[in-house]
């Protein structure tokens, strides 16, 4: 499936307000699997349901091929070595749903570099709209990546020594309980 996305870093304060508006709420972990193996393993807790999903993309920038699949997340036992020799990011991921267009807002915890705004689609024929617009904030907040290959995740993961590092978690709109789960899951890997 072909995937379009923009990407800029946001350099504000950000409101909760805009984070409330979002329709679901994500805490998650990707880990970034060796070469030739790239694929991407994501596992995150969405309000109160688990998720496990493999990923394989191809490209860079503006325009990548993407297949996806969700696995079972009894799983993440098997590949529990492989992942925690794996470098991988951490992020609440909280998204914002529309017609033809995907907005999200990533806030990474690990490593730790604050809001990352995506708009997303996969139609080519849709216009992208710049995530002032989308949002409605301000101009000057955002700086574009889109084409910044130090500002993939792959280039941005690292390797989780112990989870112990990442705890507590403070993000807006994450419950406990979310956080509770995660680290559980997070236990059968490290």
Do not use: C
């Not at 992020?91 to 809001?115: A, C, M, N, S």
């Not at 792959?154 to 112990?162: D, F």
């Not at 990442?166 to 899951?185: G, S």
């Amino acid at each position: 499936m072909l995937e379009i996305e923009r990407k800029f870093l946001f350099g504000k304060e950000l409101p909760v307000e805009i984070i409330e508006r979002a329709e679901r709420h994500q805490l998650t972990i990707q880990w970034y699997l060796d070469h030739p193996d790239r694929r991407r393993i994501r596992l995150g807790v969405d309000g109160s349901e688990i998720f496990l999903l493999e990923t394989l993309k191809s490209g860079g920038g503006l325009v990548r091929e993407e297949e996806e699949r969700y696995l079972d997340p009894a799983k993440i036992t098997e590949i529990a070595e492989q992942l925690k020799a794996s470098s991988a990011v951490i992020k609440t991921r909280h998204i914002f749903p529309q017609k033809k267009v995907e907005g999200v807002i990533d806030l990474y915890l690990l490593p730790e570099l604050g809001y990352v705004f995506e708009v997303e689609t996969f139609s080519p024929n849709v216009r992208l709209p710049d995530p002032w617009e989308y949002w409605m904030l301000p101009r000057n907040g955002f700086r574009e990546v889109t084409e910044d290959p130090s500002y993939t995740a792959r280039s941005l993961a690292v390797v989780v020594e112990q989870i112990e590092d990442i705890f507590p978690i403070n993000a807006p709109l994450i419950t406990k309980k979310q956080i509770e789960k995660f680290k559980m899951l997070l236990k059968l890997v490290y």
